[in-house]
């Protein structure tokens, strides 16, 4: 068996740790080539010395100098590079093969981007890249032949339900509609007067899932079911109008296909994300992931009811974004990283992140996405914006 070359981007979070939890148990089928991170040294000094990767990339030259010595020191033959080319770099090298994009947020753009246009095997974690440039990304990955296989459950669970070649269309292939499961968070039952209240750390502590602090804040507010709209917009040429969102608090069902003959195709298991993290890993085969068999008489029951627009307004504001197109989910999302950064800092309530949002996006009219400098315009004139609307909500 060829083994596969893996570039981990994010290697430190909470993807990046199970995409090597994986990759642990398949050393015969998987050689880590580069570990990405940012700021954590002393974790990604520890997977350098069980992984032994020829590259390392953190965000500066100080962090670099600190990890490279300590890598001299353990006798590691590991180079460490610093800064975003880098990551650029270990995404697009030529013995690649596989690049796991796991960084949080806008910052992974360029990486990824640099991944699709280098005709790598893509396994996309990091959501805010198709959202911010969904066009763009798509364009890449079909110019350049790049495989692209979705590692955010839900999209994983409805790319395992859909035919093998979709190439004509999902309505082509009788798809009706897709159905995004959401587990509503963990204020899925508080009352809209209580949301005032909450803080960071009730936000982060999400019923089913442990994530890093942005994704489970954006699961408290339900934007990343709204970002995963969009995302499943692109990643399955669908419109809006045949994504449909229902609140499923168990998390077992992943996601659902329904087909015009009225038959409804699921993906069901565990919520362990090393699920369609090996799945991506070994597409198209299936690897042992870890993960236990689930347990449906132990579960005993699943349970669905409709999202709230009310008191999860940032799951309207996705769609509505989406509808509008251009750089609309661009600046939706840039606005979205300010509140939610804010919201970690106690500088703006839980309600205050749609508003802050729904503000961004009223003050900046949407442009074309044409280029990735129209993309990267957008998010850094939203970001200004939003910064400031923060500001003046603080001065108050
Ligand atoms: P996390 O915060 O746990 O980890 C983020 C990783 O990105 C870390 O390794 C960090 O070092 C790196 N990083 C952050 N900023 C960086 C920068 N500027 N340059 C280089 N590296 C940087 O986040 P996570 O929960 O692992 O989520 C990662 C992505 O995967 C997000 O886009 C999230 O929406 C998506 N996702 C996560 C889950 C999950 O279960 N955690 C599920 C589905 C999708
Ligand atoms: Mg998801």
């Known amino acids: 068996m060829i083994r596969q070359n893996v570039t981990v981007l994010g290697a430190t979070g909470s993807i990046g740790v199970n995409t090597l939890d994986v990759i642990r148990r398949h050393p015969e089928r998987f050689a880590v080539f580069a570990l990405c991170a940012n700021s954590q040294v002393q974790r990604l000094f520890e997977q350098i010395r069980e992984f032994a990767p020829r590259h ?18 353990a006798g590691l033959p590991t180079t460490v590079h610093h800064g975003v080319g880098a990551l650029s770099e270990m995404a697009a090298h030529p013995e690649v093969d596989t690049v796991m994009a796991a960084i949080v947020g806008a910052a992974g753009l360029e990486p990824t981007l ?8 893509v396994l996309l974690a990091n959501k805010e890249v198709l959202v911010m440039a969904g066009e763009l990304f798509m364009r890449a990955v079909r110019e350049h032949g790049a495989l692209l296989l979705p590692v955010d459950s839900e999209h994983n669970a409805i790319f395992q339900s859909l035919p093998t070649d979709i190439s004509r269309g999902i309505s082509a292939c009788g798809v009706r509609r897709i159905l995004l499961t959401a587990s509503g968070g963990p204020f899925r039952t508080l009352a809209r007067a209580d949301l005032d209240e909450v803080t960071p750390e009730a936000a982060c502590a999400h019923p089913n899932w442990v994530m890093g602090r942005k994704i489970s804040v954006d699961s408290a507010t339900m934007m990343n079911k709204g970002l995963e709209v969009i995302e499943a917009h692109w990643l399955f040429d669908c ?11 168990q ?15 699921a993906q069901l298991g565990n919520p362990d994300m090393r699920t369609p993290i090996a799945y991506a890993l070994a597409y198209p085969e299936r690897i042992d992931a870890g993960v236990p068999s689930l347990d449906l008489l132990a579960l005993a029951r699943l349970d669905f009811e409709a999202p709230d627009p009310d008191r999860f307004p940032c799951l309207p504001l996705a769609y509505a974004a989406l509808r509008a197109g251009g750089t609309a989910p661009a600046i939706l999302n840039a606005a979205n990283e300010v509140a939610v950064a804010s919201f970690l800092d106690r500088r703006l309530p839980f309600p205050g992140i749609p508003r802050l949002i729904e503000a961004t996006l009223a003050a900046l009219p949407a442009g074309a996405e044409g280029s990735l400098d129209d993309v990267l315009a957008a998010d850094a004139e939203a970001r200004r914006i939003a910064a400031g609307l923060v500001m003046e909500a603080g001065a108050r």
């Open 114 to 121: 640099a991944a699709a246009r280098a005709g790598k095997k």
């Open 251 to 265: 998390s077992v069902i992943h996601s659902l296909v329904d087909y015009v003959d009225g038959s409804v195709i």
């Open 239 to 249: 419109p809006p109008g045949q994504i449909q969102v229902v609140v499923h608090p």
């Open 56 to 73: 390392a990339v953190v965000r500066d030259a100080p962090l670099a100098d600190e990890l490279a010595r300590r890598c001299r020191d």
